[in-house]
């Protein structure tokens, strides 16, 4: 082991030292500055190192050392001779190790300011340090015992253990484990979890940072990839436990806990059971019935036995009721079941999770998708099956596959359930009377009610035997005090306080939080699919609700366009199970409950009252849950949708989606948005011009070039007949459709604008505005993008400058000049790493140009 010692005469050496003659010393943790910057173990040896940036970081090491009362200290970037593969390998290897026998560990944050100056932000600073961010840090920050932590300016911070709490809020590591519990008590997934949406400047470095966490080592291969070095990493991780991860630490991902009044269901559990787990291919089954029959309980009790039965069978529940609340789940899923990459936004988490469950060495699992009631997330269209750019594929295309694992579904839906299972459906029914009056008395506070025999008989028979009706009169009769026979008089009440009472919500921990509880609202989700799927099935429901639900004989219902589409309507209420055909005729009978929340469903139009937050990331979390909400008010027919609060919401609901990188679902909010604001506003309105340069924006997202052009020119042309040629917001039209040219490598174009927006600007803002810098900057790109380097490093310099004089060598904004001045510089030094730095430049230029500012508002700033 190689150390650093702080000589007598104030000088640093280096030293070798092995075993027992380790002498104690402290430890450097830091972020690495740019190449070049830091001290390397050559610099060492040769004394060069001192006029290097990254040398104070090592004189503070040492001075704090010394303070300390240690003379030696260890520091990665200069202890550690990369020259010697060998010895490269085995100080990764060690590193774990070395951590935690270190006597002290400084964090150096440079990014964190001392917090001594009266104006400092070092505790706003510090839990977004770059630092936080690292993949070593886990091993840096959980091996040592005394960990603490300095500004840049050298200045205590505190330590882990003062910061204990707020460490475990930042990281997400365990208390525990910050404490110094032994890793090994902790499960494998939990560990992998930490090291989600970390960073390395060495992409193999990814998995190599994590071997003290398993502890274990392995060879190290730089150029493997990070992908081999992750899945090397997980067969050693595998090998040690010598057994499946999921075998020792088993997942169970379920978001309720059983439910203590789970009543009878034995013969479906029983059919369910033996229907788990085949032996030569991906078991799928599923559970068929009328919302509020309690299928969701069902599955809920099967789980449970279950695990009981496998303990080593990991157990995964994902809501499928749309495509925001699935999409949370899997989230959840593959952080839980330590996936690495789970939170990449450029990663598909479901790909992740379907590849993950797909392997035969993860062992048993189960996997649950609840209220899979929508068919087209499930079934792609035929229209746009393969359609390239057609959105997400079709969620039955996620689905893993193999001989130790089984798929459940959950659906209201017959005909998805046949789709989704084939012949392995599996039918809930309504309670017999004998089970029903047994989950009724459970559920009350005073199960003497029930002696009333008649009484309980006629409740359980108006309430159709159905569990959720069941459930919600016991939560009211238990709030009020009242018996049996007061809640049948409410019954037998005009329909309007009828509706009024089996609206009255209630708590029922085993349902969902943002799903309505009341029997008569649970059905409005159907309804609204019905509507959407099969407008014909949605007329004969309508129809039917203001006729006796007993007894409709077909041809009393309005003719459909063919026979078949009459089949077809029909064929859909009953799968859904809303009404049955009478065997002896052609009659039909319409459940009572269904009957009367139809009318209610057709009587009452929602409004639209929820306040929906801006698409900023300070409110992501928020408007990630709001999400569903917002969809489903958007995608309603039973309110205007010209009204100017739809359009509002509407608005706010895709940039949320843009924000979140969902190119293809955001394309179709913001597209109804324009074709409203073109016709209620007129096309050259600036909130439909707006919406113009944002639609381009999207296409530019997905690569749509074209598209992106047409619409740019539109509003460039708009903007300068109504706003004037050097108005703000038509030279921000000008340099978006520069960008859109330079996407497509048509630099004489973009040079063309980029020209004229920098000229007007400096006229008219100033050549020292952010504005004209930001122009300056793009032009520079486009020229080395032409191979002019001079041209590009002449602009480079002066907007560097510039920035340093007005914003500061350290704004983001100077630091962002200083990269582009390196790539010209270093590229007219080295000719023949021209392609490699022109697709750095692309990258970093299509990353700035989706910052493009989206709010509706005239600002439409679109920096390079």
Not at 59 to 67: E, P, S
Not at 561 to 574: M, V
Not at 737 to 756: C, H, I, M, P
Request: hydrophobic content about 40%; proline content about 4%; charged content about 25%.
């Amino acid at each position: 082991m190689v150390m650093d010692r702080l000589n007598d005469n104030g000088k640093l050496s280096l030293i070798e030292r092995s075993g027992y003659s380790i002498p104690k010393y402290a430890i450097l943790s830091h972020t690495w500055g740019l190449d070049g910057e830091e001290v390397t173990y050559e610099d060492m040896m040769t004394g060069a190192g001192e006029r290097k940036p990254g040398y104070d970081k090592i004189r503070f090491c040492a001075n704090q050392a010394k303070t300390d009362g240690l003379q030696y200290f260890w520091i990665d970037t200069c202890c550690i001779n990369k020259a010697n593969f060998t010895e490269l390998s085995e100080a990764i290897n060690s590193m774990f190790r070395w951590y935690s026998e270190a006597t002290r560990c400084y964090v150096y944050l440079s990014d964190v300011p001392s917090p001594q100056d009266p104006t400092s932000t070092a505790e706003s600073a510090f839990p977004n340090s770059r630092w936080f961010k690292r993949g070593w840090t886990l091993q840096e920050l959980i091996a040592p015992s005394l960990v603490q932590f300095f500004s840049r300016g050298g200045s205590f911070l505190g330590s882990k253990k003062s910061r204990e709490l707020q460490i475990h809020q930042i990281t997400g590591i365990a208390v525990e484990a910050l404490q110094g519990a032994p890793l090994s008590q902790i499960s494998t997934a939990e560990r992998l979890s930490w090291a989600a949406q970390r960073q390395t400047k060495v992409e193999e470095d990814a998995a190599y940072c994590l071997l003290g966490i398993f502890d274990i080592q392995m060879p190290l291969i730089y150029g493997e990839g990070r992908q081999k070095a992750l899945d090397r990493l997980q067969r050693k991780i595998k090998r040690s436990l010598g057994a499946p991860i999921t075998s020792t630490h088993a997942a169970w991902i379920v978001p309720f806990e059983r439910n203590s009044r789970f009543t009878s269901r034995e013969p479906q559990l029983a059919q369910l059971e033996g229907m788990l787990f085949a032996k030569n291919h991906t078991t799928k089954v599923a559970i068929m019935g009328l919302g509020g029959v309690g299928k969701t309980q069902l599955v809920l009790e099967l789980l449970f036995r279950t695990k009981d039965k496998y303990p080593d069978c990991s157990i995964i529940w994902i809501p499928a009721t749309n495509k925001e609340s699935l999409h949370q789940a899997y989230l959840n899923a593959a952080q839980q079941l330590g996936i690495l990459r789970w939170g990449d936004d450029k990663e598909d988490v479901k790909r992740l999770v379907q590849g993950y469950l797909s392997k035969e060495n993860t062992g048993r699992w189960l996997l649950l998708f609840d209220n899979a009631d929508d068919i087209d997330m499930w079934i792609a269209k035929a229209e746009s099956e393969l359609q390239p750019g057609g959105g997400s594929q079709p969620l039955i295309d996620y689905l893993p596959k193999s001989k130790q694992g089984t798929i459940l579904f959950t659906t209201r839906d017959r005909r998805l359930a046949v789709k989704l299972a084939q012949q392995n459906v599996v039918g809930v029914l309504a309670m017999r009377e004998d089970a029903a009056t047994e989950l009724l008395e459970k559920c009350l506070l005073d199960p003497k009610l029930i002696n009333n025999r008649h009484d309980t008989s006629a409740l359980l028979s108006q309430l159709t035997y159905l569990p959720l009706a069941i459930v919600q009169a016991a939560a009211y009769i238990n709030e009020n005090g009242i018996a049996i026979t007061d809640y049948l008089s409410l019954l037998a009440d005009q329909e309007k306080e009828v509706i009024d009472l089996l609206s009255e919500e209630f708590e029922d921990d085993g349902r969902y939080r943002d799903v309505k509880n009341p029997v008569a609202t649970t059905w409005l989700i159907s309804f609204e699919q019905i509507r959407q799927r099969d407008p014909l099935a949605a007329e004969y429901l309508s129809f039917m609700a203001y006729v006796e639900p007993k007894d409709i004989p077909q041809s009393l219902l309005p003719p459909g366009p063919t026979r078949k589409k009459e089949i077809d309507a029909i064929g859909t209420l009953n799968a859904y199970s809303f009404l049955v055909r009478r065997p002896a005729d052609t009659a039909l009978d319409l459940h009572r409950l269904v009957h009367l929340a139809t009318r209610n469903w057709l009587r009452k139009e929602e409004r639209l009252g929820q306040v929906f937050p801006n698409d900023s990331h300070e409110n992501r979390s928020l408007w990630r849950t709001y999400l569903t909400h917002a969809r489903c008010v958007i995608e309603s027919d039973l309110v205007d949708k010209d009204w100017e609060t739809r359009i509002d919401l509407m608005w706010r609901y895709a940039m949320c989606l843009y924000q979140d990188g969902r190119w293809d679902e955001a394309e179709i909010p913001i597209t109804q948005v324009l074709d409203m604001e073109k016709r209620m506003l007129g096309a050259g309105h600036p909130d439909t011009l707006t919406s113009m340069a944002n639609l381009a924006s999207t296409y530019r997202n997905q690569g749509r070039w074209g598209a992106a052009e047409e619409l740019d020119v539109q509003v460039m042309e708009m903007s300068k007949k109504k706003l004037g040629a050097d108005h703000p917001d038509t030279l921000t039209s000008m340099a978006n459709l520069a960008s859109t040219f330079w996407n497509q490598g048509r630099w004489e174009a973009a040079e063309e604008l980029d020209v004229q927006v920098m000229e007007t600007r400096k006229k008219k803002l100033g050549a020292d505005h952010p504005d004209t810098l930001t122009s300056m900057a793009n032009l520079a790109s486009t020229y080395r993008n032409q191979g002019r380097w001079e041209a590009a490093e002449e602009l480079d310099v002066q907007v560097m400058e510039t920035r340093k004089k007005k914003l500061g060598a350290d704004h983001p904004d100077t630091l962002t000049t200083m990269n582009n001045l390196a790539f010209t510089v270093g590229t007219v030094s080295h000719r023949g790493t021209f392609r490699e730095c022109v697709w750095v430049e692309a990258n970093f230029e299509n990353d700035c140009i989706n910052r493009q500012v989206h709010l509706r508002t005239l600002d439409m700033s679109h920096k390079i």
